[in-house]
């Protein structure tokens, strides 16, 4: 049996997202939602119910989709040795840095109380080992998982047409913030001349303006098209 825990609210791409609950008839898992404090904080947002929401579970392993150095993570440690439960974090980590109080402490804490560890790639399994956790307990496997019923080859040709694709396609899926480095990738492109040659950008954010702005500085404004995110 599986339940899934999640902020009522977070933010995401410039919106509010609020998951909403379901029974696990529908899926055949649970989704229970529940306030935090500090949305949209990664390393300091924490549920004030947390203990009270997995004690009424019981699980048998707390599976906590945060890096080991954020309060959630440290809510799991400790409800997980409290409750005599196994735990399991996951981490995209790739840059060995030292934290600033308490996170490095969380971090430390949290790599010594886990029972396995998930890396999304092979950097982050390393910086595991550097620090020091057991490669034994450390497992390698990319996120996201997708619906291969939804997510599979399909015939393109008419959404080329309706995007005004060329013969050559660049593209970048994601969120329009600073930290992803797309108007990098409009130098770059604007450096292109290959004929017929686009650049598709599908996602939101709030940088979405400026970068529409920077396509058309750049002359590449009928070259560059975006795409607002599902």
Known sequence: ????????????????????????????????????FLEGRVKRHFYPSFFNQVRDLQPDIIHVEEEPYS?????AARAAQKLGSKLVFFTWENLLECFEFPHQNIRNYVLKKADHAIAGDQEAKTLLEKADYPSSKISVIPQYGV????????TTTKLKKELKLGSFTIGYVGRLVPEKGIGTLLEAFAQLSLTGSKLLLIGNGPLREELEEKARDLDIGDRAIFVKAM
């Open 147 to 154: 619906n291969p019923d939804l997510f599979k080859k399909k």
């Open 1 to 36: 049996e599986l339940t899934l825990l999640l902020p009522k609210a977070w933010p995401e791409a410039g919106q509010r997202a609020e998951p909403i609950p379901q029974p696990k008839e529908i899926e055949g898992f649970r989704i229970i939602t529940a306030p935090i």
């Open 71 to 75: 309060l959630v993570a440290w809510q």
